[in-house]
């Protein structure tokens, strides 16, 4: 990222290409489109707000958040205003991204659980609760402490291993430390964590519910949240990029033939990638998930048809029997129909 045009103490690089800014903005419109539509299926489709869908619906908010400040950092930087929105976009898409860490780890925690011990302890509103105050509070303290430090933003020196935005100044003290406290760091410990969970059950599952969907295996689950166990391969191809360029110029080898050629083919990769975790989630949540799908494509809005193939098998909002009083069954079984032996309260 050599060569810069200075302004006091910060630079607007010259190396992000307008090619690679677009990119950038592309990626980011789509992940606040899919970011609505991921909304608008929670809104539209009660049957569908188990545990799971609560917490990629709070992930969604983070990624939101990740894309609007990414974009909005991109457009500036077209516009030649960056340094006016830089450092407020670097404290909260560092924030938000770190957010979107934890919570990614949890949804793996959630499915793993649920899907290994077979109860609703990770169902619960509790673990809801505790999960989000855990997942937006220790970011926020992290955040806290860069903003105190002054670390967060751009300098005139050059920033490392980012796409058209924001995130560290460069000549701080202890650059590295700085850079794995406030995002590689728990970024790569969230690569391990959800790779290391999601692997384990996926043998789980051929090992122990070869023929079983999810809804069969716990009534909190629907069995469209076994698309979740593609979530650590998609967060692999996302921000690989981003990480493996933060290495190679810490080292030094993105400043020779053939690092800097490669630095720079995976600049594109992570203009692209970095912003693009809600529209994959979109993808995953909204259309490789038929009855969402049907509702948000299908004839305008249409109800998915239980007649024609279309049921929502296991996709109700589950409510554990010991929270819910014998009264509400009949106003469940009157806007969802009668229910199956699985969802009778004992």
Same mark, same amino acid.
């Given at each position: 990222m050599?060569?810069?045009?200075?302004?006091?103490?910060?630079?607007?690089?010259?190396?992000?290409?307008?090619?690679?800014?677009?990119?950038?903005?592309?990626?980011?419109?789509?992940?606040?489109?899919?970011?609505?539509?991921?909304?608008?299926?929670?809104?539209?489709?009660?049957?569908?707000?188990?545990a799971t869908r609560k917490l990629v619906t709070c992930l969604t908010i983070a990624d939101f958040l990740t894309a609007l400040g990414y974009m909005s950092s991109a457009i500036a930087h077209l516009v030649g205003t960056q340094r006016d929105v830089c450092?407020?976009?670097?404290?909260?898409?560092?924030?938000?991204?770190?957010?979107?860490?934890?919570?990614?780890?949890?949804?793996?925690?959630?499915?793993?659980?649920?899907?290994?011990?077979?109860?609703?302890?990770?169902?619960? &509103?509790?673990?809801?609760?505790?999960?989000?105050?855990?997942?937006?509070?220790?970011?926020?303290?992290?955040?806290?402490?860069?903003?105190?430090?002054?670390?967060?933003?751009?300098?005139?020196?050059?920033?490392?291993?980012?796409?058209?935005?924001? &995130?560290?100044?460069?000549?701080?003290?202890?650059?590295?430390?700085?850079?794995?406290?406030?995002?590689?760091?728990w970024e790569i410990v969230c690569y391990l964590l959800t790779t290391s969970l999601y692997v384990l059950l996926k043998f789980y599952l051929l090992l122990r519910f070869r023929r079983h969907q999810f809804a069969e295996i716990h009534e909190s689950l629907r069995n469209y949240d076994h698309?979740?166990?593609?979530? &650590?391969?998609?967060?692999?191809?996302?921000?690989? &990029?981003g990480t493996i360029r933060s290495i190679m110029a810490l080292t030094g080898v993105d400043k020779q033939s053939p690092g800097d050629e490669i630095s720079n083919v995976f600049m594109h990769m992570q203009a692209i990638g970095d912003p693009a975790q809600a529209f994959c989630n979109f993808i995953l949540v909204c259309i490789l998930d038929k009855p969402v799908r049907l509702v948000l494509f299908g004839d305008c809005g249409r109800e998915p048809n239980r007649d024609n193939g279309d049921s929502i098998?296991?996709?109700?909002?589950?409510?554990?029997?010991?929270?819910v009083d014998k009264g509400s069954v009949n106003e469940y079984s009157r806007r969802y129909g009668s229910m199956d032996r699985r969802d009778r309260i004992n």
């Open positions: 050599d060569g810069s045009n200075t302004t006091g103490n910060y630079t607007d690089s010259d190396s992000f290409s307008t090619v690679v800014v677009i990119e950038s903005i592309v990626s980011c419109s789509l992940s606040i489109l899919g970011s609505f539509a991921i909304f608008g299926s929670y809104s539209l489709l009660p049957e569908i707000r188990n450092t407020p976009q670097s404290e909260i898409t560092t924030y938000s991204s770190l957010v979107s860490f934890f919570l990614t780890v949890a949804i793996a925690i959630h499915i793993f659980s649920t899907v290994v011990n077979r109860n609703d302890r990770t169902s619960s &509103w509790q673990f809801l609760i505790i999960t989000n105050i855990i997942s937006w509070l220790c970011p926020g303290i992290i955040i806290a402490f860069a903003i105190d430090n002054g670390v967060l933003g751009r300098d005139k020196t050059e920033n490392v291993g980012t796409g058209p935005w924001c &995130w560290l100044k460069r000549d701080t003290k202890d650059y590295m430390f700085w850079m794995f406290l406030t995002g590689k760091g698309n979740f166990l593609y979530v &650590w391969f998609i967060l692999y191809l996302l921000r690989l &990029w098998q296991g996709d109700y909002n589950y409510i554990p029997a010991d929270s």
